[in-house]
Each structure stands twice: as C-alpha cells, then as structure tokens.
C-alpha cells in the first residue's frame, strides 16, 4: 500500500466469529488488494476457536491493518457497527470471513460508485460485485451482481423487491443486497443509519430498505470479484432465516400492508420455511393457501423462481465425484 497515494482512503471490514478454518484466505484476499490506499479492520465478535490468534498472527507487519476483539458476542450486525465506527474510509468495504475477494476489488467498486455519481449526480449509492459460488460437492455458480446490467434499482424498487416480491420491468435487480459484497461511502451510514441489531440474518435487507428509503442507488460491477465459499451453520438453517425475515417484514409491515403485500409476504416466508425444512406436506398445503388467495400473483412468482431453484438445488446437492 502506498500511504502516500492521493486516492481516496478505503477501509475494509471483515467480521469473525469461530471461523479459524477459513478466515485466512478472507484476510490473505484483503490484504492483496491492488488498490494503493486502503485500511483493513478485523473485528472478532467473541469468537470460542482460535480466530483471534491466527487473525493476530496474520496481520503483523501490516501497518494498515487493526484487530479488534469484542469479550461477548454481538452478532454480526453489531460487529459490522464496530467497523464502520471505527472506519477512518471515505468508502467501507464489507468482506465476509469466509470468502476471497480479488485484488482488484475495491479498485473496481469505487470506480464504478464514482462514475455513476458523477454521470448521473447520485448522492447515495451503494456498490455490489459480481463473483462465483463454490458448493462443496465443486458445484460452481456464476452469480451477478444487483444493478450491474439494465437499469439499476432506485429508491423503493429495491423495497418492492425485499419485501414484496415485485420486480419492475428493465431493472436488473441480479443476487440481491448481500452485505459481504458490498462497498458504500461513510457518508451513506451517516445517512442512512447503522446496521439494526435486532435484524440478525437480514440485516443488508434491513439496511437496503432504509437505503430505498433515502432515495438511494443500487448498482454492481459486472467483474467476477468475489469468491463466495457455501459453508453451514447454526445461524443458517431454516428457522432462523424464517424468524429474521418475518422480523424484517413486521418492522415494515406498514409499508406491506400499504402495498396489500404483508399476507402475502408473510405465507410466501412461511412457505420457504416448509421448503428448506423439507416438510413438504406442509409445504404443498401452504403453496395451495397461496394459489387460492392470491391465484396470479403465487402463479408469476412461483413459475419465475421455481425451476431455476428446483435445478440449482440438484446441483447444489449432487454427491461429489469419486476421483
């Protein structure tokens, strides 16, 4: 890193919790960043495994990297807080402790928020890169990044989006707002506000939301950037997305009911419960619920995301090859 450069200051935040298995390649991929001016804040929520020794071993002789531990958990919402407070970035970059971004990152991100600001006056714009998904079976899957083709979401299409399913026709609204691809300005948490500690597991959907709401921009880079390594968990499993998703959809209920959408949007999670839980008695009585209360709306949905799931899902669970 040139410290002497005059591009502007970019922190990036990777928050760590029991990942000592995987955390090296998401601090190896940070800090080989081609990018001539960055920072590198590691934030250990309380981790039980040794993440903190390897993290501290990792970034010695690294002046622009700092290590700070929580003594208790704060779950990732509220270790990402820690970053950004601690960030001293015109931009923060968000990666997560399990993936690999490329060196070209965030020379790519913050050239692409910088041109879209300047070609078309934004003053709120968030960035997020394309990348692949490795599966453990090797199954790869090419994922594109939100607004990095068509036209880009602004303001409340990317709410009509999270939380009601509806899509507007030209918008490219690609993998969604996953926070561990992200790249902001600091500027924008002070606009928009921290992450909400209460939306664990749907955080980024919680803050895109309050971003919409702002009036902000949602673009992504076409650059393949991001290494994303599909890992299980507690914090994963059926229930607990259930249970954060309907957080999400209670706090903004107001705005669903408004859009005759909270029914919906609520049995539509409920059905994703059923789904990924493989109950599919339940399952089948909840998709004919949605059918018979709301016929097309259930009928567009479900036709336009069911076989590229059903597809996707035998990849994903295909045994590996026997070499």
């Known amino acids: 890193m040139n410290t002497t450069s005059t591009a502007p200051l970019i922190s990036i ?51 622009n990297a700092r290590f700070i531990q929580h003594e208790t958990n704060k779950t ?44 078309t006056g934004a003053k709120l714009v968030a960035c997020w890169g394309s990348g692949i998904r490795k599966y453990p079976n090797g199954y790869d899957v090419a994922f594109d990044a939100i607004g990095s083709r068509d036209t880009p979401p602004q303001g409340t299409q990317i709410i009509d989006f999270l939380l009601c399913y509806g899509r507007k026709s030209g918008v490219f609204y690609g993998s969604g707002t996953p926070s561990c691809s992200l790249m902001t300005r600091k500027s924008t948490y002070d606009a928009v506000g921290l992450y909400d500690t209460q939306m664990f597991r749907s955080e980024d959907g919680d803050f895109s939301i309050r971003l919409g709401l702002s009036g902000g921009h949602f673009i992504g880079c076409a650059e393949r950037v991001v290494t994303q390594y599909s890992t299980g968990g507690a914090e994963k499993a059926a229930h607990v997305m259930y249970e954060s998703y309907k957080t999400l959809m209670l706090k903004y209920q107001d705005y669903l009911k408004s859009q005759g959408s909270f029914a919906y949007a609520m049995l539509w999670n409920k059905l994703r419960l059923h789904h ?44 590996a090859a026997v070499k």
């Not at 402790?97 to 879209?116: C, E, H, K, W």
């Not at 004919?288 to 994903?316: C, N, Q, V």
Request: charged letters at 25%.
């Open 13 to 63: 935040g990777i928050c760590v919790y029991n990942s000592e298995d995987t955390v090296t390649r998401a601090i190896q991929g940070a800090l080989e960043q081609d990018y001539p001016n960055f920072e590198v804040i590691i934030v250990d929520d309380g981790s039980k495994d040794n993440s903190p020794e390897i993290i501290q071993n990792m970034i010695k002789g690294h002046d």
């Open 76 to 119: 990732f919402p509220g270790a990402l807080n820690t970053v950004i407070t601690n960030a001293k970035g015109e931009f923060i970059a968000i990666m997560d402790d399990d993936d690999f971004s490329m060196p070209n990152r965030l020379t790519v991100q913050s050239q692409a928020i910088i041109g879209y600001e300047q070609r």
């Open 276 to 319: 990924f839980s493989r109950q599919r008695g339940k399952e089948t009585l909840t998709l004919l619920s949605l059918f018979l209360r709301f016929p097309l709306r259930t009928w567009g949905h479900f036709w336009s995301t069911a076989p590229r799931r059903f597809i996707h899902e035998l990849k994903m669970n295909k045994k």
